[in-house]
């Protein structure tokens, strides 16, 4: 009769296992704070000219449009798309200006192709002023604090949706399942 007494004590303790395992789970589902998007777009800032934000963190996103080696630092020029939930770059979605993302040291060219996804995170610099085409352009300038390259593979599983997912599971006690996830 002992170890009945103890069974009471055994399901608070599975009860609480489970609650811990819930609470990690959704903890590993939520994204990074970094990659989160600005509220500020480069277009907006490009035409107010905001001295203000000089200093302040933003983090920006979009195609490689244009990258140059300087001698101890590296520029990257940016075509700005909304960034989702992942913080990658939507570029179905209307284009958000230009920007500049000046990294220190060298980045190698071949890895950062004109079409290249890339998130950027950092203060803002300023202002420098360029030209598009024959049109004068202002960029805004990021200091390229964290650079996130978005693979082939993450792009194309961001434009197939909905994403369908097949699990098989065993248990012990000879118990199976099948599932079926889709995801939007």
């Known amino acids: ?19 811990s395992l819930i609470l990690l789970l959704l903890a590993a589902c939520s994204t990074s704070g970094s990659l989160q998007p600005s509220g500020v777009t480069p277009a907006q800032l ?37 960034l989702d939930s992942k913080g990658m770059p939507d570029t179905g979605a209307g284009s958000q200006g230009r920007f500049l993302a000046d990294r220190a040291g060298f980045l190698e060219p071949a890895e950062y192709p004109g079409g290249q996804l890339i998130t950027v995170t950092g203060p803002m610099l300023g202002y420098t002023d360029g030209k598009v085409g024959e049109a004068d352009y202002r960029y805004p300038a990021l200091q390229a604090v964290q650079i996130k390259r978005w693979s082939e593979a993450e792009s194309y599983r961001r434009r197939v949706k909905p994403n369908v997912n097949l699990g098989i599971g065993f248990g012990s006690g000879g118990y199976s399942n099948i599932g079926i996830g889709i995801g939007f």
């Open 1 to 19: 009769m002992v170890g009945l007494s103890r069974l009471p004590l055994l399901v608070v303790n599975m009860r609480h296992v489970g609650l």
């Open 46 to 82: 490009s035409l107010s000219g905001d001295a203000s934000v000089k200093g302040k963190n933003f983090t920006w996103g979009g195609s490689v449009v244009s990258i140059k080696n300087l001698k101890d630092h590296t520029l990257v020029e940016v075509m700005a798309y909304p």
